[in-house]
């Protein structure tokens, strides 16, 4: 039973994430009194650019042919330690958070030496942004895991979101309940949303993510978007589990985890759809205010 | 039960970081004003035997009509009046004054459970929300510029005083109601802006203009 | 006890009702009289103490309601000459408000519940913030929102102390109760933490009031915008009330066993305002600025006479009269040198003495008063408190308080002297301003009575300060 469990969580990791950009786009289109695209689009995408050749510029070393492919891989095996719809991981030791939030810096890492090595103060300036932007949303996202940890009494991920979190509601259910609202601005901010970023942006000066990929094409740009949906993925499982994660049985709260997962969708679309973009120098304002947030609630926890 | 008053203690403190933060003074007061509707649902959530459920009452009714309702209002005539929404850069920015607002809020949870209560069954985070609020109300009205921004930062500081004064409602209701008295000034205070009408002589709420008068 | 409190606030809405602008400052002096004649029957025949009673008349009432019913007296006579030559402006809500501001001051002088106190404080605030604005400028604006913000805070904070005060004794077998009897008679009972943090709060919120350093910010813009006549009541009066309430909670706290920390706090903040008003005396240029530092100096020696205890605590007592009523004098006539000039400042005004042959001199003399000359009374008092503090072994304070006294007399001398001495010539001249019987008497008046408080000291005062003293641990030598 837990083996299928595992089975069918790798598979939902695997295939599910484009969805989620769907869902997301499809959530925006509706406010906005469009059609939009269809919800599998994404697929549509990644399935016609992997079809196509990739150009390089001269300029360019092996540096920028391996950032698509470190990322990609970095945030998948991210993926392995993420326990879904309260099952254990495939992959879980204590303190397996610390690699967890580790390998998406990992990810991002490469992608911006990627950026920088294509020699463009452009895509310069994007990998600067988007790492000064990381280096405040960081120490959000550890302190939400630590809230996690303390409030679950465990240090890997699979506890932290394993049983033990429904029970933990009752004890120190304001302490969670920050956390989560942190976790989720942590979430926009990480997946360059609105109102940190705008992946649909191609107003130069205010991109941030986007900015850094515009030099990849074909198999490579498919990578790097099957990894950001991936890893909207991830956020929206941590989040599904921490608020929808009541439920007796498998099957009960699989369907609620899962659930979960398209409710953030959701919510990341009507975000985008109600709110306006952040000025850029108003942003480690909200990122500092969700690092605020956790330390909130661990406060709460630990006093 | 216990959680969800946890959860108004918790949502009261949120809204002072939040305020510390905010930069368009019409937000602001929306959310001082939610802040007054929940500490109005105090009194009654906090209600225990020895206590009146008349006072109980009058007081979350009282405080919900002035904190929740009424200062609301004004502030946003005030603002209106004036065309003003933002605020600009305060003395201190947002981001250095949520953290130092953040440091009186861990000081204030991790280090009031040491403070000698007279009262055992009191909640345990009264005290603390109450001092972190008095905190970021100082911050408020030390930091910004603005006049309104200044009369937001009052009402938060009062807005902790009040929430401390609920630990006294049953050893003496009187002085707590001197608490809702000093939202009368407050409402005093606001009709101020109006009536003297700093923007007329000013053409702005701005008190930085204010200072033809110094050594 | 009641009636001098209801007196003058029912005549506040009757002020309001008279529609005449030319008659309406009688009301203010009726209700002066009427206070006057109530003070004086409360000492005739002083009511009896009634345990659990919110109002009483104690010692420290009577120091500061007898200065307080003299100073408003003086400053209603002064009104009367003042408001008539201020007919550009409609005095209805000015009348009502000192007289709002009177019936409010007296609640706070005779309340014993600290409570009542605390809201009686914040009622002189709404009374007097509109006076500040008499003039409707922007710059009378400006004091009136800097006074109304500062004291607004303060007295936040005042009640968050208040507060902690009644949580102190909230304890099961604790007086649960703000009256100062009750707290008093419970002492060490009360829950030592609660009572030092209350202290703390109290000080800096009714410091605020009161106009100690560094809370003092407001009182340079206010008193310097505001008429003559709202600054005298202000300076003299209110501060003195302020004063007062830090004083019975410095009696709780005595009572509750941190009498070290208070004195400590008292005696701290004390100097400080007195050395910061030494620092902003010097070169002051606006004459009415100088007298608000002065008035922060003041305030200091005040809280710096409670802190040292002993004689000096009677030296406090006895200077918070002084201080009010030579604040009388310097403020009734820098009002009138202000209306003869127009102006307020070193640069224009100069030779006052030959303009204004009352005023002038007046202030003169009110300079040397205030600044501790003999044969004035507040010579006496700064003696006492100095004297208070060489005599408990505190050189170094005492040195420190001789020091900045004499900075501040060199300071105001040269700001006084240039305002007084001199030849008018051109400077700028208002029509229809010199003195007059009602514009110079009431400070000539109140001249006269510090020059005899300093000549000769009833004996009835000495016992009253005395007694004062006492309940703050103090002594009158």
């Known amino acids: ?303 | 039960m216990a959680s969800f008053v946890d959860l108004v203690f918790v949502l009261v403190v949120v809204i002072d970081l939040f305020l510390l933060a905010s930069s368009r003074l019409g937000a602001a007061i929306r959310t001082v004003a939610i802040q007054g509707a929940l500490l109005a649902a105090l009194p009654l959530l906090l209600l225990r035997e020895t206590h009146h459920l008349g006072h109980a009452i009058l007081l979350a009714g009282g405080a919900l009509a002035i904190k929740g309702l009424f200062i609301p209002w004004l502030m946003f005539r005030a603002i209106r009046e004036a065309s003003i929404r933002r605020e600009m850069e305060p003395i201190v920015g947002f981001v250095p004054s949520m953290v130092l607002g953040a440091v009186g809020v861990a000081l204030a949870f991790a280090f009031s459970s040491r403070l000698p209560l007279p009262d055992a069954g009191a909640h345990a985070f009264l005290v603390p929300t109450a001092l972190s609020t008095v905190w970021a109300g100082l911050l408020l009205v030390v930091t910004r510029k603005k006049a309104v921004s200044q009369v937001l930062g009052f009402l938060v500081l009062e807005n902790g005083v009040y929430v401390f004064g609920l630990l006294l409602s049953d050893v003496m209701p009187v002085m707590v109601e001197a608490g809702v008295l000093l939202d009368l000034f407050a409402a005093v205070f606001v009709m101020g802006i109006v009536m003297f009408h700093i923007n007329r002589e000013f053409s702005s709420l701005d008190t930085e203009k204010l200072s033809a008068l110094k050594d | 006890m009641l009636f001098v409190i209801l007196a003058p606030l029912v005549l506040a809405p009757a002020a309001l009702a008279v529609p005449s602008n030319r008659r309406r400052p009688l009301v203010l002096l009726a209700g002066a009289l009427l206070h006057a004649a109530g003070v004086a029957a409360l000492f005739a025949s002083p009511p009896p103490p009634r345990a659990g009673a919110w109002l009483a008349f104690d010692p420290m009432a009577k120091v500061t309601l007898l200065t307080t019913t003299v100073l408003f007296l003086a400053a209603a006579i002064y009104a009367q000459g003042y408001l008539a030559r201020r007919k550009d402006r409609d005095n209805r809500v000015f009348v009502g408000g000192l007289l709002l501001l009177l019936a409010a001051m007296t609640t706070v002088a005779l309340s014993q519940h600290l409570g009542l106190s605390w809201v009686a404080i914040e009622a002189t605030t709404l009374a007097s913030a509109p006076l500040i604005y008499f003039n409707h400028n922007a710059r009378s604006l400006e004091a009136t929102w800097k006074y109304l913000l500062i004291c607004s805070l303060g007295i936040a904070l005042a009640l968050l102390g208040t507060f902690f005060l009644a949580l102190s004794g909230a304890a099961p077998g604790g007086p649960r109760s703000l009256l100062l009897d009750d707290l008093i008679a419970a002492g060490p009972a009360l829950s030592r933490p609660w009572v030092r943090a209350a202290f703390v709060l109290l000080l800096v919120g009714y410091g605020t009031k009161m106009g100690l350093a560094p809370l003092h910010s407001w009182k340079p813009d206010a008193y310097g915008e505001a008429p003559g006549l709202l600054g005298a009541l202000l300076a003299g009066g209110l501060t003195n009330f302020a004063f007062l309430s830090i004083a019975r909670v410095f009696q709780v706290t005595r009572a509750a066993g941190d009498e070290a920390f208070a004195r400590d706090a008292l005696v701290g903040l004390g100097l400080l305002s007195i050395a910061l008003a030494a620092v902003f005396v010097v070169g002051q240029r606006d004459f009415k600025r100088m007298l608000a530092y002065s008035s922060v100096e003041h305030m200091g020696i005040l809280a710096l006479g409670i802190g040292l205890g002993g004689g000096a605590a009677g030296g406090a007592f006895f200077h918070s009269m002084n201080n009010g009523l030579t604040k009388g004098v310097l403020f009734l006539s820098a009002g009138n040198i202000h209306r003869a000039f127009g102006a307020k400042t070193t640069d224009e005004v100069r030779g006052a003495a030959r303009r204004l042959p009352v005023s002038g001199p007046l202030f003169l003399a009110g300079f040397l008063a205030i600044t501790g000359s003999p044969p004035f009374s507040p010579f006496f008092s700064e003696f006492a408190i100095l004297n208070g503090a060489f005599g408990a072994g505190r050189f170094l304070v005492g040195g420190l308080f001789l020091a900045l006294l004499a900075v501040i007399f060199v300071g105001m001398a040269t700001t006084v002297l240039a305002v007084v001495q001199g030849d008018p010539g051109d400077a700028p001249r208002v029509p229809d301003t010199g003195d007059s019987w009602l514009t110079a008497a009431p400070p000539l008046a109140l001249m006269v009575l510090v020059l005899l408080l300093g000549l000769f000291l009833p004996q009835g005062l000495r016992d009253l300060f005395g007694a004062a003293a006492q309940l703050v641990g103090g002594r009158w030598d």
């Open chain 1, 1 to 303: 039973m837990l083996f299928l469990r595992t089975v069918l969580h790798l598979a939902a990791l695997l295939a599910l994430p484009p969805l989620l950009l769907g869902v997301v786009n499809r959530t925006k289109s509706i406010f906005a009194g469009r059609v939009g695209p269809p919800l599998l689009q994404p697929y549509f995408d990644l399935a016609k650019l992997l079809r196509k050749g990739a150009v390089y510029s001269r300029t360019t070393t092996w540096v920028f042919r391996a950032g698509p492919v470190v990322g990609l891989a970095a945030v998948a095996s991210a993926g392995l330690l993420l326990s879904m719809g309260g099952a254990p991981a495939a992959l879980s030791f204590a303190g397996d958070f610390v690699l967890f939030a580790y390998l998406l810096g990992l990810a991002r890492f490469a992608t911006a030496l990627a950026a920088l090595d294509t020699g463009s103060a452009f895509e310069g300036m994007g990998a600067a942004r988007e790492v000064t932007f990381a280096s405040l949303a960081e120490p959000a996202l550890f302190l939400c895991l630590l809230v996690l940890a303390r409030a679950t009494g465990t240090l890997s991920l699979s506890g932290m979101l394993g049983p033990a979190l429904p029970g933990a509601w009752g004890s120190a259910g304001p302490a969670l309940l920050l956390a989560a609202m942190a976790l989720f601005v942590i979430a926009l901010a990480e997946n360059s949303r609105i109102p940190v970023d705008d992946p649909n942006t191609h107003l130069e000066l205010t991109m941030i993510h986007e900015v850094m990929v515009l030099d990849h094409g074909g198999p490579d740009l498919a990578f790097i978007l099957y990894g950001a949906s991936l890893k909207l993925f991830l956020f929206g499982a941590i989040l599904s589990r921490l608020v929808f994660g009541r439920g007796d049985g498998a099957l009960a709260s699989e369907a609620l985890f899962f659930l979960g997962v398209l409710v953030f969708a959701v919510g990341v679309g009507v975000v985008e759809s109600v709110m306006a973009r952040l000025r850029i120098v108003r942003v480690p304002q909200l990122l500092v205010g969700a690092s605020v947030l956790s330390v909130f609630a661990l406060v709460l926890l630990l006093r």
